[in-house]
T-cell receptor, first 113, second 115 residues
Framework: AQTVTQSQPEMSVQEAETVTLSCTYD???????LFWYKQPPSRQMILVIR??????QNATENRFSVNFQKAAKSFSLKISDSQLGDAAMYFC??????????FGTGTSLTVIP | GAGVSQTPSNKVTEKGKYVELRCDPI?????LYWYRQSLGQGPEFLIY????????DSGLPNDRFFAVRPEGSVSTLKIQRTERGDSAVYLC?????????????FGPGTRLTVL
């Protein structure tokens, strides 16, 4: 079974600075998708960014970018110019070819004003 | 509606009781997912519907859990003989087609507490 590991339970960043959240996964599949979701205290999960495994180019969405290392099975999220509204739980997720989703245990991000 | 809605937002029940949790997906979305999120954990996949049929129910923990989606839109997650270990937030998500890089849109969840 696929597993997703987030080794940083908590992270903090100064407002306007850059922070990187790490994620590793284990799979024997060659075709899959990776996602980062944000979950604020309201509980509603919001998609931040996604990456198709067959694409070598790292995905970017405004201040959010990923570093996807397929051979190393690593998928980190970089948040640039951190804002107070970025404070939330961040979950890394793996979607298998069979359409099952596996989530990590999350990283709680605090943004310090 | 504009987003995925779930009712009730909170449910408190006693051990051994039966509960139903409802999910209203985004109109037109064919795929619907149920997840369970325990405290301090990420969402755990339960079941995935494509249309009216359960395409994958391998995440349901045991036969006390059952889900339906009779008309391909609203879904109900049913839990029989609830146990204290069933206490969690139950999340529902929907997506347009259910494949590829299709985006899942999540509801706010139902917090279930079994006393």
């Amino acid at each position: 079974a696929q597993t997703v590991t987030q080794s940083q339970p908590e992270m903090s960043v100064q407002e306007a600075e850059t922070v990187t959240l790490s994620c590793t996964y284990d799979t024997s599949e060659s075709d899959y998708y990776l996602f980062w979701y944000k979950q604020p205290p309201s509980r509603q999960m919001i998609l931040v960014i996604r990456q198709e495994a067959y694409k070598q180019q790292n995905a970017t969405e405004n201040r959010f970018s990923v570093n996807f290392q397929k051979a190393a099975k690593s998928f980190s999220l970089k948040i640039s110019d951190s804002q107070l509204g970025d404070a939330a739980m961040y979950f890394c997720a793996y979607r298998s070819y069979g359409n099952q989703f596996y989530f990590g245990t999350g990283t709680s991000l605090t943004v310090i004003p | 509606g504009a987003g995925v809605s779930q009712t009730p937002s909170n449910k408190v029940t006693e051990k051994g009781k039966y509960v139903e949790l409802r999910c209203d997906p985004i109109s037109g979305h064919t795929a619907l997912y149920w997840y369970r999120q325990s405290l301090g954990q990420g969402p755990e996949f339960l079941i995935y519907f494509q249309g009216t049929g359960a395409a994958d129910d391998s995440g349901l923990p045991n036969d006390r859990f059952f889900a339906v989606r009779p008309e391909g839109s609203v879904s109900t997650l049913k839990i029989q003989r609830t146990e204290r270990g069933d206490s969690a937030v139950y999340l529902c998500a929907s997506s347009l087609l259910g494949g590829g890089s299709d985006t899942q849109y999540f509801g706010p969840g139902t917090r279930l507490t079994v006393l």
